[in-house]
């Protein structure tokens, strides 16, 4: 009984219809590319990627500067020739792969090993396709059912690649075992759009039409020419697909018009096909999926400018450079860059453990460094922030009338108490002692880690002011051995190389320097990325002598446990699922980093400004400790009562008082979303835009 032509709406409805449709069928055909393997880029773009590589490595050996586009012209014109040739020949418009490369290499007129351009152009296409590729879905336990059956399974494709190539596509997808043989049309110079290829297949295996069932997308090389052959089609047509599909030509399309969509066609083109991150997505979720593309882009922007630079090891600082140093290391080991990018450190530090060693003398000078930001301390919160142990130095306190060791200081920088306590002689000289054997350690500690001695290095981190840079270059800034640190955060707001001599600092998201409002957006809430990137472990709060070794000393606090289970490891899970997509077309990616940012910007500009609901609510549920300046577990929620403002006198100054009382918040536009007041997050941006 003939069927004739079946459509199929859903992949995931193809099982049943094979089920069905094959119970008379000793063969069951299939297309290979939109039926088995689908992509993530359309195979135009693979073949620009080509051209553009072709180029890159031309320009690399000979220095010579070729036209990428002109190059690619003349691959699409060579294609169209050598059809055309063999179509005079009486086969079909199709040619084959190695003959199309060698000539398309000779017009290149370039002095290099052609043998050499030619395997490596060769194996860069396949590795870029088989990078695009994924299996269509629920297509393995499709072959998987028939092989069970078993019914002998063929594919036929109207592929420029040769067999062995296609085996390999296959192979690499985990479904070549499957399949008992195939044929494509750069194998016979004919093709399924003329229906050759069909008659082809069934004289040289003996297949009657009506013993073979096919399946394929193509409305007419598929399933018109198969039925014209007496072939019954299963001819899949899915909603689904066909809509992904639209929806990566008009982003590719956006993508080639503005530096903007850049971002959004690569963000499209890890997540319209994912094989890691989740549906089901709970708001900590979320979160991570939002920060992730920023953290991915940040390491590339270093590893960018570790060859620009030509830096010679990445040093990646604790605890929130921990994320980027486990993506660099990943991306360096998945494609086995080892030897084009520099080693990389994860180096144990915090403002606490580096204060002490940077310090000159025990001065006020020295101490307003810190103070001038954390200006109320203690006797004894202060011999805690510069990592001295409190007991030893309370006797001299107590000599110049600081008896209270937990009072506040007032105005320290005129106490008369305070002033004779730090000029005291005595702690002054105890003071040296202790700073020399911090520094010691804290140099012995970075010479363990490889540092030392090195030319030029990167220190990696969020953020926001690069003080830990600014305190190790201080330390070292007289030893030559000591290398030159460039420092790479995510954002910076500080002065141009404001304390080492031999250190430079640049931010890649945002730059106070260079006074780009829509960029500056991200310091509005700097808490996110620092909370989205503090792993589970402690903080340094100094060095110890072990075996031989120094060793960083770390201090976990329970609420950060706590504040990691409870949120933050779904974000490090998304962080993580999101990595797994991404490395996966990493090979595709061509633009520059400062490209694709602008629509990642655009992404955490619109999370600060306008939040929604659930994200100012789970944003709440979160906390952060302090443990450098002031020793406190910093909430988020609204501080204060707006109600008790508005009605306190004088009435007339209550908008100005609730003004002030909401700018002061840990995020204003949060507090702002809470009122539930239309408009008025656009309003307070507006207002903020118009000031800048």
């Not at 606490?352 to 004894?380: A, D």
């Not at 200081?409 to 054997?437: G, Q």
Request: glycine content about 4%; aromatic content about 14%; some cysteine.
């Amino acid at each position: 009984m003939s069927l004739g032509t079946v459509r199929v709406s859903d992949f995931n409805e193809l099982e049943k219809n094979i089920v069905y449709s094959m119970k008379q069928k000793d063969v069951i055909g299939f297309d290979i590319f939109d039926t088995i393997i689908r992509r993530r880029l359309e195979p135009e773009v693979i073949k620009d990627l080509v051209a553009k590589y072709a180029v890159d490595l031309i320009y690399k050996e000979t220095k010579q500067k070729l036209d990428w586009e002109l190059i690619r012209k003349k691959r699409f014109d060579l294609e169209v020739t050598l059809g055309t040739r063999n179509e005079a020949l009486g086969f079909d418009h199709e040619f084959i792969y190695e003959d199309f490369l060698n000539e398309w290499i000779d017009s290149f007129n370039v002095s290099l090993d052609k043998k050499m351009l030619f395997d490596i152009l060769y194996e860069k296409e396949i590795q870029l396709e088989m990078s695009s590729q994924a299996l269509t879905p629920n297509i393995k336990n499709v072959l998987k059912r028939l092989h069970d059956e078993n019914k002998t399974i063929i594919f036929i494709s109207d592929m420029y690649f040769s067999i062995e190539v296609i085996w390999r596509f296959l192979d690499n997808l985990g479904v070549s075992q499957f399949f008992h043989k195939g044929f494509c049309s750069s194998q016979t110079l004919t093709k399924k759009m003329t229906g050759k290829l069909f008659e082809f297949v069934m004289k040289t295996e003996s297949i009657k039409p009506n013993e073979m069932l096919f399946v394929g997308d193509n409305v007419y090389s598929d399933a018109k020419m198969a039925s014209s052959k007496g072939i019954d089609v299963i001819h899949i047509s899915d909603k689904l697909e066909k809509k992904r599909r639209t929806g990566l030509n008009l982003h590719h399309w956006a993508a080639n018009r503005n530096d903007f969509w850049k971002g959004k066609y690569l963000e499209y083109v890890v997540k319209n096909i994912s094989e890691h991150i989740k549906e089901e997505q709970n708001p900590n979720y979320r979160l991570g999926l939002l920060v992730s593309p920023i953290l991915i882009l940040f390491v590339l922007y270093i590893m960018e400018q570790s060859k620009k630079n030509d830096l010679n090891r990445i040093v990646f600082l604790a605890r929130e450079g921990k994320v980027f140093y486990d993506i660099y290391n990943k991306i360096i080991t998945t494609f086995k860059l080892e030897n084009q990018y520099p080693p990389a450190t994860y180096l144990y530090v915090s403002r606490k453990s580096t204060f002490l060693p940077s310090m000159k003398e025990f001065s006020w000078k020295e101490i307003e460094r810190f103070m001038v930001q954390y200006s109320k301390q203690s006797i004894n919160s202060l011999l805690s922030n510069l990592s001295l142990p409190n007991e030893i130095y309370h006797k001299y306190a107590l000599e110049v009338g600081l008896g209270n060791f937990d009072e506040i200081i007032e105005n320290p920088k005129e106490n008369e108490k305070f002033l004779n306590f730090i000029n005291h002689e005595d702690v002054r000289a105890l003071f040296i002692k202790h700073r020399d054997e911090a520094k010691n350690n804290f140099k012995e500690y970075i010479k363990q880690e490889g540092i030392w001695g090195l030319d030029k290095v990167a220190f990696v981190d969020i953020g926001w002011k690069g003080t830990i840079q600014d305190n190790i270059t201080r330390t070292f800034e007289e030893d030559d051995d000591f290398p030159y640190v460039y420092g790479y955060y995510v954002g910076l707001i500080t002065g141009h190389n404001e304390w080492g001599k031999k250190s430079d600092k640049f931010g890649f998201f945002a730059d106070s320097r260079e006074n780009n409002h829509i960029n500056n957006v991200i310091f509005k809430n700097g808490s996110i990325f620092e909370m989205c990137t503090t792993p589970n472990h402690g903080t340094t709060i100094g060095y110890y002598r072990e075996n031989g070794k120094i060793h960083p000393k770390l201090k976990s606090f329970e609420v950060e446990k706590e504040n990691f289970n409870k949120h933050f490891a779904d974000v490090f899970q998304a962080i993580d699922d999101y990595l797994q997509d991404f490395l996966t077309v990493y090979p595709l990616l061509q633009d520059q980093t400062q490209q694709l940012k602008f629509y990642f910007i655009d992404q955490i500009r619109r999370y600060i400004l306008y939040p929604s609901k659930q994200e100012v609510k789970s944003f709440f549920e979160y906390s952060h400790v302090e443990s450098f300046g002031v020793f406190e577990v910093t909430t988020f929620n609204f501080k204060g009562n707006l109600l008790k403002e508005l009605f306190k006198r004088p009435i007339s100054k209550a908008p100005y008082r609730i003004k002030e009382i909401i700018r002061k918040q840990m995020w204003p536009e949060a507090i702002l979303r809470n009122l539930k007041i239309p408009f008025l997050n656009f309003l307070a941006d507006l207002n903020s835009t118009r000031k800048q």
